[in-house]
């Protein structure tokens, strides 16, 4: 398959039409951002890391049942995947306390949940993506109550798959952020990404962060981390 005219631009990946009218090719970028693209910077390798661990995983959570935009990675940056119209919303669940949790609530990170959490942000920098229940989604039409369902259900089995895989390889499964999107015909398939941009990993041993939180935080050891999680993930 082949790149045809580029259809958009994001901060962190490209994406171009193809002869195919339901699939494009999405090209990962090492741009790296934070808090809404104010910060900006570049992780080395960070593209290849996120395309080839992103579709790892998706490739596992369709084992598992979990339908998914992808369809074939074409080289370490590039792979095609399914058209879909993305749905607003970034579907955050969390294992254990961290970040905007941990901010908003006043409580430490690291406290580990009884049970998962779930939330919703609009997803429009433009309004800092504001935090919001399943209610105002479905009022301001960015899906319908069936749709919402159907992806509370999804997200809730990545997370019950994921999280035993990445403690299989040392590493506590956070928190992470998922994106889903429609089909031609409909369909309610993950999309965007799965990778140290929009996951937290933490060290089952040492809780050393291994993930775009070292960015964020100016922490130093960016590049190594990502490669860390490669190395976990692929052993190599
Ligand atoms: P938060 O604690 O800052 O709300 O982040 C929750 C999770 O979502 C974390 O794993 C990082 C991820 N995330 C993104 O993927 N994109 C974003 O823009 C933000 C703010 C968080
Ligand atoms: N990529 C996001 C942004 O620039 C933020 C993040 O991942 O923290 O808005």
Redesign the pocket.
């Known amino acids: 398959m082949e790149k045809r005219e580029q259809l958009y631009e994001g901060k962190a990946k490209r994406v171009y039409a193809t002869k195919d009218e339901n699939s494009v090719i999405v090209s990962y970028k090492d741009d790296a951002t934070a808090f809404d693209g104010t910060k900006k910077g570049t992780i080395v390798g960070k593209g290849v890391v996120n395309n080839k661990m992103s579709n790892f995983l998706m490739q596992i959570l369709e084992k598992q049942g979990v339908k998914t935009h992808y369809i074939e990675e074409l080289n370490d940056r590039e792979t095609v995947v399914k058209k879909v119209e993305i749905v607003p919303l ?1 579907v ?1 669940i969390r294992n254990i306390s ?4 941990a901010r908003n609530y006043g409580v430490e990170e690291g406290i580990v949940f009884d049970k998962p959490t779930i939330e919703f942000s609009y997803k429009n920098d433009d309004l800092h ?1 504001p935090l919001i229940n399943s209610y105002h989604a479905i009022a301001l039409k960015l899906a319908t109550k069936e749709e919402i369902e159907q992806i509370k259900a999804m997200a809730f089995k990545v997370n019950d798959v994921l999280k035993d895989y990445f403690l299989g390889l040392g590493v506590k499964l ?4 998922l994106e889903f999107g429609r089909t031609a015909d409909g369909e309610i398939v993950l999309a965007d990404e799965i990778s140290p ?4 990993f933490w060290d089952k041993d040492t809780n050393e962060k291994l993930d ?1 939180d070292r960015f964020r935080r100016d922490m130093g050891g960016v590049e190594d981390a990502y490669k860390e999680m490669m190395k976990r993930v692929f052993g190599e």
């Open positions: 970034e955050i961290a970040g905007s949790f993506d956070v928190d992470f952020k941009d929009t996951c937290r775009k």
